[in-house]
Nanobody, 124 residues
Framework: QVQLVESGGGLVQAGGSLRLSCAAS????????MDWFRQAPGKEREFVAI????????YYADSVKGRFTISRDNAKNTVYLQMNSLNPEDTAVYYC?????????????????WGKGTLVTVSS
């Protein structure tokens, strides 16, 4: 069992930055690929970024590429999402999710564990 707890959300002006963290319980964090998803008001949840178990494979959604950076610290059981050049379209609840094993995925249905989310609001 893995518990994921996101933090770092808040209110920021357009053009600003935030750093989200997702802390995982358990001693097997390094065995999980980690994803970030987000759900904007009135919209379906969407993939944002993924980092593989070792951090060697990283993918981003086109909408955040060049602005967001995903990273992880396996010693601290934490995955991060650095978000720069934020715009109002980035307003959403951001979720981290974990998928066990060697195969990475950007699909919600493939995730094994989810956090409860942290709200990011970008004002114009």
């Amino acid at each position: 069992q893995v518990q994921l707890v996101e933090s770092g959300g808040g209110l920021v002006q357009a053009g600003g930055s935030l750093r989200l963290s997702c802390a995982a319980s358990g001693r097997t964090f390094s065995g999980y690929n980690m994803d970030w998803f987000r759900q904007a008001p009135g919209k379906e949840r969407e993939f944002v970024a993924i980092i593989s178990r070792s951090g060697s494979i990283i993918y981003y959604a086109d909408s955040v590429k060049g602005r967001f950076t995903i990273s992880r610290d396996n010693a601290k059981n934490t995955v991060y999402l650095q978000m720069n050049s934020l715009n109002p379209e980035d307003t959403a609840v951001y979720y981290c999710a974990a998928k066990w094993g060697s195969i990475i995925s950007r699909k919600e249905d493939d995730m094994d564990y989810w956090g409860k989310g942290t709200l990011v609001t970008v004002s114009s």
